[in-house]
């Protein structure tokens, strides 16, 4: 930038004034000046084709409402904490998922996962009336909703096929949502409240 | 100092946030009375090495079952002596080898069957060395329910366990008796041809008096020289 300009420029900003600027300078500056009246003297309105023309390229620049939250999320920038905030904060939310812990879920429990030297347990409970059965038993913390069974027939022949691992397990099956009933076919066991368990007993794999 | 102190922190949150025990179970379905009567228990049935599963399951079982409070902790007291008094059985039987959980509630359920203490100790006795035992006498306590008498059964599964007939062939006997039941057979001979149908050796009945064959009478001790 040459020496002239520049001090055409500051005397616009009214850093200097006009004698102190060269005279071809300013000669230039009167004639800012003199356009700089007409403006403040006249009022110019842009031709409405010009204004809309400007703002339809506006509003096409313009990113949309998803497109400046992503970049409002996606740019990085410094965040400062004191290391007691940090653990305070860390603190809270420990906090707050061990009490917000979901309730025992409405889902149909899950019998665990059988180990290697477990077997599929096949329960079947006839009950051509009903319009739900499940088993419930030890292999499911004794949930009161069960394991659903299928009467895929229709015929009332209701049957479930569970993973359990070795050993000896309690029963009973849950007929219409409420009542436990016993299995017929199988072995029966006091269960300590004045009623029954059936038993089922599974070899370890491999045992032949 | 690590670097990221937080770290360490982040993962100790994440892993005791993640471990959920039966105790959290518990807490969630049962009612804080019952839950708080049944804190006594457990701590002494854990400091006891009682299978703690099995006696929490009980709770559970009692819950699900819409039970009483009081009901529950009873039965969950009756279980806890219950196992107390079978792994005692099952020490005298078996004084070197590990009890699994499962051998004493396995054990548990045979006294509560009618099977007496001393014949889960005797029969125990019987098993190879390593064999485990949970569903043998499983099965004792299943024969016993279905009226054959204690010596029978006992003999049966005694003389099992010494000739090392696989467990996979042992739960089919409760069903096969069970037919053979409901064709009127009385339950020792219902029992013979659950035993035959499987092709497992009959023992020889018990004499009508004395320890039966194959029950090893004890080792009588010789005074040192």
């Given amino acids: 930038m040459t020496r002239e300009p520049e001090d055409l420029t500051r005397y616009l900003d009214g850093e200097l004034e006009r004698d102190q600027l060269a005279p071809e300078l300013a000669a230039k500056a009167e004639a800012f000046e003199r356009l700089f009246q007409v403006l403040r003297e006249e009022k110019v309105e842009a031709s409405p084709r010009l204004r809309e023309a400007v703002m339809t390229r506006v509003r096409a620049a313009a990113a949309s409402p998803w497109r400046r939250s992503w970049t409002w999320i996606a740019t990085p920038r410094p965040v400062r904490i004191s290391p007691l905030t940090g653990a305070l904060a860390l603190a809270a939310a420990m906090a707050l998922l061990l009490i917000a812990?979901?309730?025992?879920?409405?889902?149909?429990?899950?019998?665990?996962?059988?180990?290697?030297?477990?077997?599929?347990?096949?329960?079947?409970?006839?009950?051509?009336?009903?319009?739900?059965v499940a088993v419930t038993g030890d292999f499911v913390n004794w949930s009161p909703e069960g394991i659903p069974m299928e009467d895929r027939q229709g015929t009332g022949v209701w049957v479930a096929e569970v993973e359990l691992p070795p050993g000896v397990?309690?029963?009973?099956?849950?007929?219409?949502?409420?009542?436990m009933?016993?299995?017929?076919?199988?072995?029966?066991?006091?269960?300590?409240?004045?009623?029954?368990?059936?038993?089922?007993?599974?070899?370890?794999?491999?045992?032949? | 100092m690590p670097r990221h102190p937080v770290l360490p922190l982040l993962a100790a949150g994440l892993l005791a946030a993640a471990a959920s025990s039966q105790q959290d179970v518990l807490r969630q379905r049962l009612d804080?009375?019952?839950?708080?009567?049944?804190?006594?228990?457990?701590?002494?049935?854990?400091?006891?090495?009682?299978?703690?599963?099995?006696?929490?399951?009980?709770?559970?079982?009692?819950?699900?079952?819409?039970?009483?409070?009081?009901?529950?902790?009873?039965?969950?007291?009756?279980?806890?002596?219950?196992?107390?008094?079978?792994?005692?059985?099952?020490?005298?039987?078996?004084?070197?080898?590990?009890?699994?959980?499962g051998e004493i509630v396995a054990a548990a359920e045979a006294v509560r069957q009618g099977v007496p203490g001393e014949v889960i100790t005797?029969?125990?006795?019987?098993?190879?060395?390593?064999?485990?035992?949970?569903?043998?006498?499983?099965?004792?306590?299943?024969?016993?329910?279905?009226?054959?008498?204690?010596?029978?059964?006992?003999?049966?599964?005694?003389?099992?366990?010494a000739s090392g007939i696989p467990?996979?062939?042992?739960?089919?006997?409760?069903?096969?008796?069970?037919?053979?039941?409901?064709?009127?057979?009385?339950?020792?001979?219902?029992?013979?041809?659950?035993?035959?149908?499987?092709?497992?050796?009959?023992?020889?009945?018990?004499?009508?008096?004395?320890?039966?064959?194959?029950?090893?009478?004890?080792?009588?001790?010789?005074?040192?020289?």
């Fill in chain 2, 32 to 101: 804080p009375a019952t839950y708080a009567a049944l804190q006594p228990i457990l701590e002494q049935a854990s400091r006891d090495s009682l299978p703690l599963k099995a006696i929490e399951a009980k709770a559970l079982e009692g819950q699900a079952k819409r039970r009483p409070g009081a009901l529950i902790v009873a039965a969950v007291r009756q279980l806890a002596a219950d196992l107390r008094a079978a792994r005692l059985a099952l020490r005298e039987a078996l004084p070197q080898r590990a009890i699994s959980d």
């Fill in chain 2, 122 to 161: 005797t029969v125990a006795r019987e098993a190879q060395p390593g064999a485990p035992l949970e569903i043998p006498l499983a099965l004792l306590g299943a024969l016993v329910s279905r009226q054959v008498p204690v010596q029978e059964a006992a003999n049966v599964i005694a003389h099992m366990l």
């Fill in chain 2, 167 to 225: 467990q996979e062939r042992m739960v089919e006997i409760p069903q096969r008796v069970d037919v053979a039941l409901r064709v009127g057979a009385p339950p020792v001979a219902a029992l013979g041809t659950a035993l035959q149908s499987l092709g497992i050796p009959v023992p020889p009945a018990p004499p009508a008096r004395g320890r039966p064959p194959g029950i090893r009478p004890p080792v009588p001790d010789v005074p040192d020289r």
């Fill in chain 1, 181 to 208: 009933v016993t299995d017929p076919n199988a072995t029966r066991v006091d269960d300590g409240f004045g009623q029954q368990n059936s038993v089922l007993l599974v070899p370890p794999r491999g045992s032949s």
């Fill in chain 1, 101 to 132: 812990r979901p309730q025992p879920s409405a889902e149909p429990p899950v019998a665990p996962a059988a180990a290697a030297s477990g077997s599929k347990a096949r329960f079947v409970f006839i009950a051509p009336g009903a319009k739900s």
């Fill in chain 1, 169 to 179: 397990h309690h029963y009973v099956f849950i007929v219409n949502g409420s009542e």
